[in-house]
Nanobody, 111 residues
Framework: QVHVVESGGGFVQPGGSLRLSCAASGVIFRDNNMAWYRQAPGMHRELVATITPSKQTLYADTWKGRSTISRDDAGNTVYLQLNSLKPEDTAVYYC?????WGKGTPVNVSS
């Protein structure tokens, strides 16, 4: 059985930073692309960043220069560092591997 669990979200002021974590089990983590998405209230889920097994990365335009995705294959964990956060970044952030999704971790950017 596959489990995907995100953590690290919370409340942060504009301009602040957060580091999100995603732990996956029950799947061969090191062989698969990993991705982070976000979904704001009333909006579609959208891509934030992806990372391949060879650690090639891709970022949505709005996140270029403001985020870093990384992976620790030994720990079956993928990370997402979010910097210079804006109120419009408020959303639930989800981790994805293959067809599996976690339940998300909420990020609230507010003064």
């Amino acid at each position: 059985q596959v489990h995907v669990v995100e953590s690290g979200g919370g409340f942060v002021q504009p301009g602040g930073s957060l580091r999100l974590s995603c732990a996956a089990s029950g799947v061969i983590f090191r062989d698969n692309n990993m991705a982070w998405y976000r979904q704001a209230p009333g909006m579609h889920r959208e891509l934030v960043a992806t990372i391949t097994p060879s650690k090639q990365t891709l970022y949505a335009d709005t996140w270029k220069g403001r985020s870093t995705i990384s992976r620790d294959d030994a720990g079956n964990t993928v990370y997402l560092q979010l910097n210079s956060l804006k109120p419009e970044d408020t959303a639930v952030y989800y981790c994805n591997i293959l067809q599996y999704w976690g339940k998300g971790t909420p990020v609230n950017v507010s003064s």
